[in-house]
């Protein structure tokens, strides 16, 4: 799979979360790829949220370690 691919299939997987982060008042925002690294920035009720690190690490990161081969982490730019 190339970084193309990567991007595509992480992007669509955030459009899938995006409506669980937006019922609560947040957003996630797709920033970038760099050495399986995911980059986001989270948004809206989640800046501040205490529960932003267990969305990002228990919820949004276990998906996309799942389901995108190549990826290895994802971080919160916010």
């Known amino acids: 799979m190339n970084a193309a691919e990567i991007e595509k299939q992480v992007r669509t997987i955030l459009t899938k979360i995006r409506p669980y982060l937006q019922r609560d008042g947040g957003d ?3 920033v970038k790829i760099e ?6 920035r989270l948004v809206g009720a989640c800046v501040g949220c205490p529960s932003v690190n267990l969305t ?3 919820g949004i990161e276990q998906i996309l370690l799942e389901e995108v081969p190549g990826i290895i982490g994802v971080e919160n730019l916010a």
């Open 35 to 40: 050495d399986g690294i995911v980059y986001v």
């Open 56 to 58: 990002l690490k228990d």
């Open 28 to 30: 996630i925002e797709f």
